[in-house]
């Protein structure tokens, strides 16, 4: 079995080890999914912007994390699962209805915030190929065409996290072991 390093600021590639300082600096550790993501500078760094460019996005933070949570469902990713749910009821205060809902691809309680989980869902299940009536279904709710493109900019992160995470079998922080999950 192939295995990867979860590297620490010191041991981890040259270019790599000023944005791991930086995160360990902000968070006071550096999640492993970063640790690992280390030892492709560039990935590490295509996270790290990525995850800037959405929270600039048109989508507050409840509707980035139920993009991110709906993504990361569909993509089976036991790392990325668990870290949404902190997030979401932490940072972004869902509620644990909501949470619980987005962790099992169920109804969320909110038509609103479900209009963009199911949108969500559906570009991850067709590849991106959504019909006009799931776009149809997005714009009833509330949801503006910059919210759909801003939920492709979600996926885009999800999918370099989930298939990152995969491969690396990256293992769940303590920080985030109360919202552990598996698929």
Request: glycine share 4%.
């Amino acid at each position: 079995m192939t295995t990867f390093t979860f590297h620490n600021a010191a041991g981890a590639p040259v270019a790599a080890r000023p944005i791991l300082a930086q995160v360990e600096k902000t968070l006071g550790f550096v999640p492993n999914l970063l640790a690992g993501l280390a030892e492709s500078p560039c990935a590490l760094k295509a996270y790290l912007l990525l995850t800037d460019l959405l929270d600039e996005s048109s989508l507050n933070p409840a509707e980035r994390h139920i993009a991110a949570l709906a993504a990361s469902q569909e993509n089976r990713c036991d790392y990325c699962v668990p870290f949404h749910s902190h997030m979401a009821l932490s940072v972004a205060g869902l509620d644990d209805a909501t949470v619980e809902a987005a962790r099992a691809g169920r109804e969320l309680p909110d038509a609103r915030l479900d209009a963009l989980a199911a949108f969500t869902r559906t570009l991850v299940q067709q590849r991106g190929w959504a019909g006009d009536d799931d776009i149809a279904a997005l714009l009833a709710a509330g949801y503006s065409r910059a919210n759909a493109l801003d939920v492709v900019l979600a996926i885009s992160l999800k999918t370099l996290s989930n298939y990152s995470n995969r491969i690396m079998r990256t293992p769940l922080d303590e920080a985030f072991a109360a919202e552990a999950w598996t698929s």
